[in-house]
């Protein structure tokens, strides 16, 4: 870590938001060195005015890593351009975000010949040589800017930053000198920074395909490396250890309701009948999704939960995401609170004696060729989604019992060996996105 070469003297800034600058600095503030505007109605502009060519219209999501991505922005026609000349764009203009989310920062380069903002953004740029762009632009980012945020909502969240707010923010400024000294440094240390961090979301990146395919390689060809394989016949699946044998899911569930249910119909299971100082849980796709079981808020009384008693979820239940993001797989752990599923999930139960949950878990949830099978049949359902009828057709590799416990046990170690890794690395990502945080904030300080 670098280690920051104070100066001699600093003394109070006299603002809350800043603390202590040196000695030598001064404050100033937005409305007194800043030229600040933005869309306000802009003559009704509306989305179906939005061409394929023609002058290009910024918006907050075409902000990316402080810059403005042109490939993604609108374009609207020189008439409505030449309406609104304040909010014309120049070269190395500061673009900050004053809704949705408040302060995102992007400067101006490459700019086309016309560009002008939609709403959402002020624009600024400094007068009479008062700062550099780019020492304000590392000021927006840093915590003198997010306390002023944190200061002036009280306690209270902002959903818009109001151009009078904005023009009060009072920040740290020194000499020109300084001010490019800082930027530079703060370009090149931010730099090493975000390919320190670029470099580690890759590792886990690597680490999450290493994971999938070590599920992959246990479940369809199993743990000896030199077992005697077959052609299973069927194209996408390949061979397979050759004591091994195919079968349908229906006939690794239960027999009728109990191997097989979809979630209640929508009509059975209202809002109204929800809250969260009820007994009984409601389990949706976002518990499976995110193999979250705590989350959500849907609760319902006893009474419902007696009614819909036939949709309750046990321990070693599988349910399936079967609408949006299809195919999601779980096993229910142990000791979840007592609660039944939504309409948007499909339980499985299944005859252990030839499959055992978790295995079908790792099938379901990490086979490329299950998952083919699902968007094949899925594409011709009206709903675009799973149904009992798909789900029980899917054609799956089934060692024996023994030989699915031990690849369980064999994954179960590897799996958690991958994810206290990535959880490790998720650690450091956190901690360097922290220390530039900070870096930022001592170096404009």
């Given at each position: 870590?670098?280690?920051?070469?104070?100066?001699?003297?600093?003394?109070?800034?006299?603002?809350?938001?800043?603390?202590?600058?040196?000695?030598?600095?001064?404050?100033?503030?937005?409305?007194?060195?800043?030229?600040?505007?933005?869309?306000?109605?802009?003559?009704?502009?509306?989305?179906?005015?939005?061409?394929?060519?023609?002058?290009?219209?910024?918006?907050?999501?075409?902000?990316?890593?402080?810059?403005?991505?042109?490939?993604?922005?609108?374009?609207?026609?020189?008439?409505?351009?030449?309406?609104?000349?304040?909010?014309?764009?120049?070269?190395?203009?500061?673009?900050?975000?004053?809704?949705?989310?408040?302060?995102?920062?992007?400067?101006?380069?490459?700019?086309?010949?016309?560009?002008?903002?939609?709403?959402?953004?002020?624009?600024?740029?400094?007068?009479?040589?008062?700062?550099?762009?780019?020492?304000?632009?590392?000021?927006?980012?840093?915590?003198?800017?997010?306390?002023?945020?944190?200061?002036?909502?009280?306690?209270?969240?902002?959903?818009?930053?109001?151009?009078?707010?904005?023009?009060?923010?009072?920040?740290?400024?020194?000499?020109?000198?300084?001010?490019?000294?800082?930027?530079?440094?703060?370009?090149?240390?931010?730099?090493?920074?975000?390919?320190?961090?670029?470099?580690?979301?890759?590792?886990?990146?690597?680490?999450?395909?290493?994971?999938?395919?070590?599920?992959?390689?246990?479940?369809?060809?199993?743990?000896?490396?030199?077992?005697?394989?077959?052609?299973?016949?069927?194209?996408?699946?390949?061979?397979?250890?050759?004591?091994?044998?195919?079968?349908?899911?229906?006939?690794?569930?239960?027999?009728?309701?109990?191997?097989?249910?979809?979630?209640?119909?929508?009509?059975?299971?209202?809002?109204?009948?929800?809250?969260?100082?009820?007994?009984?849980?409601?389990?949706?796709?976002?518990?499976?999704?995110?193999?979250?079981?705590?989350?959500?808020?849907?609760f319902i009384t006893q009474e419902k939960f007696n009614e819909m008693c036939g949709y309750q979820l046990f321990s070693g239940d599988i349910v399936i995401s079967m609408m949006g993001t299809i195919g999601k797989c779980k096993v229910i752990p142990l000791g979840i609170q007592p609660g039944i599923m939504d309409s948007h999930l499909i339980r499985l139960r299944t005859n252990n004696g030839v499959?055992?949950?978790?295995?079908?878990?790792?099938?379901?949830?990490?086979?490329?060729?299950?998952?083919?099978?699902?968007?094949?049949?899925?594409?011709?359902?009206?709903?675009?989604?799973?149904?009992?009828?798909?789900?029980?057709?899917?054609?799956?590799?089934?060692?024996?019992?023994?030989?699915?416990?031990?690849?369980?046990?064999?994954?179960?170690?590897?799996?958690?060996?991958?994810?206290?890794?990535?959880?490790?690395?998720?650690?450091?990502?956190?901690?360097?996105?922290?220390?530039?945080?900070?870096?930022?904030?001592?170096a404009v300080t």
């Amino acid at each position: 870590m670098i280690k920051y070469k104070r100066y001699e003297r600093y003394k109070d800034s006299g603002v809350e938001w800043i603390g202590e600058i040196p000695e030598h600095w001064g404050v100033s503030k937005i409305k007194f060195t800043t030229y600040v505007k933005g869309r306000i109605g802009w003559q009704g502009l509306r989305a179906d005015e939005f061409i394929d060519e023609g002058p290009y219209l910024v918006t907050g999501t075409d902000f990316v890593d402080g810059l403005v991505n042109w490939d993604s922005c609108y374009h609207i026609s020189m008439e409505r351009y030449n309406e609104a000349p304040p909010i014309q764009l120049r070269e190395n203009d500061l673009l900050i975000t004053k809704d949705g989310t408040i302060g995102k920062v992007a400067i101006v380069k490459n700019k086309p010949k016309y560009a002008i903002l939609n709403s959402g953004i002020f624009v600024t740029r400094p007068k009479n040589s008062a700062y550099l762009t780019e020492f304000m632009y590392w000021i927006l980012n840093s915590q003198v800017f997010n306390r002023f945020i944190e200061y002036m909502s009280l306690g209270s969240t902002i959903v818009h930053l109001y151009q009078q707010t904005f023009e009060n923010f009072s920040f740290p400024i020194t000499n020109l000198n300084e001010q490019k000294t800082i930027v530079d440094f703060l370009n090149k240390k931010t730099s090493e920074i975000d390919d320190l961090i670029a470099d580690k979301e890759r590792l886990i990146e690597l680490l999450q395909e290493k994971r999938q395919a070590i599920i992959t390689e246990a479940v369809t060809k199993g743990l000896n490396p030199n077992v005697r394989m077959k052609d299973s016949g069927i194209e996408w699946i390949g061979e397979i250890p050759e004591h091994w044998e195919l079968n349908k899911l229906k006939y690794v569930i239960r027999n009728g309701k109990e191997g097989i249910k979809i979630g209640p119909f929508g009509s059975s299971l209202k809002l109204d009948d929800m809250d969260e100082s009820n007994p009984y849980k409601v389990y949706g796709q976002e518990n499976i999704i995110n193999n979250d079981f705590t989350r959500g808020n849907r609760f319902i009384t006893q009474e419902k939960f007696n009614e819909m008693c036939g949709y309750q979820l046990f321990s070693g239940d599988i349910v399936i995401s079967m609408m949006g993001t299809i195919g999601k797989c779980k096993v229910i752990p142990l000791g979840i609170q007592p609660g039944i599923m939504d309409s948007h999930l499909i339980r499985l139960r299944t005859n252990n004696g030839v499959m055992l949950p978790k295995f079908l878990e790792y099938l379901i949830d990490n086979t490329n060729y299950v998952k083919e099978q699902m968007n094949y049949m899925s594409k011709g359902s009206i709903m675009s989604g799973l149904n009992s009828s798909i789900i029980k057709e899917i054609i799956l590799v089934i060692p024996s019992v023994v030989e699915q416990k031990e690849i369980i046990d064999f994954l179960e170690q590897k799996t958690a060996e991958i994810d206290d890794l990535v959880t490790k690395i998720k650690i450091q990502i956190q901690k360097l996105k922290e220390y530039r945080q900070s870096l930022i904030s001592e170096a404009v300080t």
